[in-house]
């Protein structure tokens, strides 16, 4: 969604980006902003590459990630730092936020379930009707003890920046190895014949 007359920053949702050069509302959009946001999906690093390649240069191109659950981004874009291409730029102001291994153990460089590990100002504390709260605990707090799990496959890198790799309660286990769905997109999206794509799980008997 874009505002004509707000003229340094635009935001859209990362599915609508994976051919941003095909897309013209999206590329009016980038065309004047000094800063460009992505929320929804991941966005792959052929979008980001696409973007300065073919539609601006001088453009702060920032995925974020979050939810309307906590009102607020576990990651986000900020303009004192390098951009990469693929990568969410930062963790989030008041925001814990880690990535753990199935034993609750920090991860660097590795995928991992995205956490926060302390309370942040804008978690909320509880569910409508759930008045002995065991819904809220069984949603977020149940995985990890006390320890806030958002249930996305991410990584923090090696620029201290975080890459989403998709909904981790949507893993994909071939041959027991853990891909998440953006790992699949992120391929496809830099393959001109493929315009769409869904990945879903298959069992075979």
Avoid at 19 to 29: D, K, L
Avoid at 87 to 106: N, W, Y
Wanted: net charge negative.
């Amino acid at each position: 969604m874009c505002c004509p007359d707000l003229d340094s920053r635009a935001g859209s949702s990362g599915r609508s980006r994976p051919r941003p050069w095909r897309n013209s509302c999206f590329c009016a959009a980038v065309a004047s902003p000094r800063a460009s946001s992505s929320t929804g999906s991941p966005l792959p690093a052929a979008s980001y590459e696409a973007i300065y390649r073919d539609i601006k240069q001088d453009v702060q191109v920032c995925s974020i990630t979050g939810g309307t659950d906590i009102v607020s981004c576990f990651g986000l874009g900020c303009p004192l730092l390098p951009v990469y291409p693929g990568e969410i730029q930062c963790r989030g102001l008041a925001m814990s936020v880690d990535v753990f291994d199935e034993d609750g153990h920090p991860l660097r460089g590795e995928p991992g379930e995205l956490v926060c590990t302390a309370p942040f100002p804008s978690m909320p504390l509880g569910f409508w009707n759930d008045h002995d709260g065991r819904l809220f605990r069984a949603a977020y707090f149940e995985r990890y003890p006390n320890v806030w799990h958002h249930s996305d496959h991410a990584l923090i890198t090696e620029h201290d920046g975080l890459v989403i790799l998709g909904r981790s309660d949507a893993m994909l286990k071939p041959g027991g190895v853990r891909i998440g769905t953006g790992e699949l997109y992120s391929a496809l999206a830099g393959m001109g014949e493929v315009l769409e794509s869904l990945a879903v799980g298959q069992r075979f008997a």
